[in-house]
């Protein structure tokens, strides 16, 4: 069976890959991740393509390990591996806890790689790993340190994945949207410190930055970034120093 899995696939940009892949009709079943089972059961009345729920925790690695034991059962072939799963903490480091630190770190960057790993032997010639990093990882960023971080992971990563991948006829894309219309800034914004981020300019939807993603997978892109302002902004962030990118986020934030 000629599958695709998507990970947070309850809301977002997740939730806008599984709509998007099913209209596209390419593969037979959708296997979608996210702690809300009744969301993805929603979703499932929405596409065509058939849903199978997996209402995993990430963070959780018995649930990547079952996952695991599933796919080696049954051994589908993966043409498109979406991770969608991921989460920010607005905040200097006085005012993110220890916590949410390290569950960003465990989510953001352990669970995608180990889901990755996961998928990796399943995955079909002609296949797509579609990542999701961020603007945030072109540079550090103050009051998102830990987010950028995991971000730079993700897109250095995903990259060198690309290469060695490429091998085997398989395409790794780190996609690296700016500031998005999604759930991801009530999380990120609660209790969030008075020096946070505040100011969120030039806002994309996510069916825009799914479209583009998807596209730029088929190109065999190792890089996907939506927007003007977005290419603009990888634009300067590789000619300037990191020093004076840093002094102007903390101007415009």
Known sequence: MKIAIITGASSG????????????????????????????????????????VFAYDLTDMSHIDALKQVMDKEKPGVQLLANCSGFAKFGDF???????????????VRALVALTMACIPHMLPGGHIIQIAS??????LPDMNIYAASKAFVLSYSR???????????????????????????????????????NFLF???????????????QRE????????????HM?????LPDSSIMTFWNAMK
């Open 13 to 52: 940009m997740g939730k806008e890959f599984v709509k998007q892949v099913s209209a596209q009709k390419c593969v037979e079943q959708i296997w979608v991740i996210a702690r809300r089972k009744e969301r993805l059961e929603e979703l499932a009345q929405e596409v065509q393509t058939p849903l199978r």
């Open 94 to 108: 006085e005012q993110v806890r220890e916590q949410d630190a390290l569950a960003m770190i465990d989510l953001d």
């Open 235 to 239: 634009f300067f962030a590789k000619i």
């Open 135 to 140: 603007t945030a990882a072109f540079q550090p």
């Open 203 to 217: 806002l994309s939807k996510p069916e825009n930055v799914v479209a583009r993603a998807l596209k730029d997978a």
């Open 221 to 232: 892109k190792d890089v996907s970034v939506y927007g003007i302002f977005n290419k603009l």
């Open 160 to 198: 060198a994945l690309n290469r060695e991948l490429g091998k085997k006829g398989v395409s790794v894309t780190a996609v690296c949207p700016g500031w998005t219309k999604t759930e991801f800034f009530d999380v990120a914004q609660k209790n969030a410190s008075k020096g946070a981020v505040k």
